[in-house]
């Protein structure tokens, strides 16, 4: 053995301990997951660090782990849905391949182990398989970032070769997808399950899916873990008109973790009604049904309904939560005072800048879906404003809800006229 080739040997061994030694004292977490019932498997997870906005997606039967990342890269481990690396470790280039669902441009950037970025890459991308062909500069520890579909994702890769040379992207081509059998025959997986990024006091939001034929159940789930465990997941079923709900856990009761979107006839928002149903679409003039559910406003917000509508569109096993649930779910998570930011969506992808204080560190989602006001009757506060109803009347014509802003963190409780047309969540029996 020459110098040269015995020095980059130790190098190389000093580089995959240093890579041990900082995984075991990066204090990992690592969180695993069984269904409570055993007829209704986890068929897969998503997980989202809050504070970053960081996603991962991985199989049911597989791990979460947390890392507390050594570097500022926001590290999320080998997804094989986001994109994968192999060999990996690599003593020669490594090729990275990455799935798309559609024609797309992508950007990759190759960073080192101290956060300094070695090369870029943007390519235009069309649906279909795609391999990257990395080279490394010397021995060590490596980033991959890959921005797509506005989502940063990061993987790790090591590097024990003994070459030195400049470090580069090349596009290698695409295969057409098969979305029937993914491509990923020749991938080589570094690791089993999904990696993210995590320091403490953090808010990981659980996503979990049970597949039945063409439902998809989901159960929502947020945790500030600290140590390493095992979650039970509980799958209840909220189906209405054909369309599958998620849900979350809020103390003792099931809530609707998405707007309800019921519609069995629309209205223009000229005709109100303070005794009869009435349902609306935002920013939808019209009557017909199927034209209102193809608009963005229905797909992203639901509904909108008046009182008594409201209170019709309860399927059995569902109902309006009432004033009382409504002050115990606010209760719950720390008085009306601070509910409205606890409840609501986090970052800017729905709710107008800034969302102060919005964390949905329980995983309500709230959504800004406005409402239709009276005198005069026009649609106003999408992206601003979101308001539910209660069942419980207030007097007369009046009944009470409750609303948020985007720029206050409080859950304000007040008495509106039944005509008006606020949001629905449902609450389970």
């Known amino acids: 053995m020459n110098l040269k080739s015995g020095n980059m040997k130790k190098f190389t061994l000093s580089v995959l301990l240093g890579f041990a030694m900082l995984n075991s004292n990066a204090q990992d977490i690592t969180i695993s997951f069984q269904p409570l019932v055993s007829g209704t498997p986890i068929d897969s997870i998503q ?84 391999r990257f062909k990395f080279k490394f500069p010397i021995a060590g520890i490596y980033f991959i970032s890959v921005l797509k579909n506005n989502e940063t994702t990061s993987f790790k890769a090591v590097y024990t070769g003994e070459k030195v040379q400049n470090s580069s992207i090349l596009y290698s081509g695409n295969e057409k997808l098969n979305s029937q059998k993914p491509d990923t025959n020749q991938l080589k997986s570094a690791t089993t399950g999904g990696n993210l990024s995590y320091k403490d006091g953090d808010v990981i939001l659980l996503n979990y899916y049970w597949y039945w034929g063409q439902d998809v159940h989901t159960t929502i789930e947020t945790l500030k873990p600290t140590v390493s465990k095992t979650i039970v997941v509980e799958f209840v079923n909220c189906d209405i008109d054909n369309k599958s709900y998620k849900v979350v856990k809020i103390d003792t009761t099931w809530w609707m973790a998405e707007n309800l979107a019921y519609l069995p006839k629309v209205g223009p928002p000229s005709v109100i009604s303070a005794t009869d149903p009435y349902y609306y679409v935002y920013d939808y003039d019209g009557t017909d049904v199927a034209a209102a559910k193809l608009t963005a406003n229905y797909k992203t917000y639901g509904v909108l309904y008046n009182w008594h509508a409201a209170m019709a569109a309860c399927p059995p096993g569902w109902h309006l939560p009432s004033d009382a649930e409504w002050t115990a779910l606010t209760t719950f998570i720390g008085g009306e005072w601070s509910a409205g930011g606890k409840l609501r969506e986090s970052g800017y992808s729905h709710w107008l800048s800034p969302n102060a204080y919005a964390t949905n560190e329980i995983g309500f989602t709230a959504l800004p879906a406005g409402y239709l006001r009276n005198m005069p009757n026009v649609f106003e506060c999408l992206t601003v404003c979101a308001f539910w109803w209660t069942s419980t009347v207030y007097h007369d014509d009046w009944a009470w809800n409750r609303h948020m802003s985007y720029n206050s963190r409080d859950l304000v409780r007040a008495s509106p006229v039944e005509y008006m047309a606020f949001s629905v969540r449902l609450v389970k029996d």
Not at 92 to 119: I, R, W
């Open 47 to 130: 997980a989202t660090n809050l504070r970053t906005g960081q996603i991962v997606k991985f199989l049911g039967n597989e791990s979460l782990v947390l890392m507390k990342t050594i570097t500022s890269i926001n590290l999320l481990q080998n997804n094989l849905e986001n994109g994968n690396i192999y060999p990996n470790p690599t003593h020669d280039d490594a090729t990275f391949c990455l799935s798309t669902d559609k024609s797309e441009k992508v950007e990759l950037k190759l960073y080192n182990a101290n956060g300094q970025l070695l090369c870029e890459k943007m390519q235009n991308l069309a649906q279909g398989t795609h």
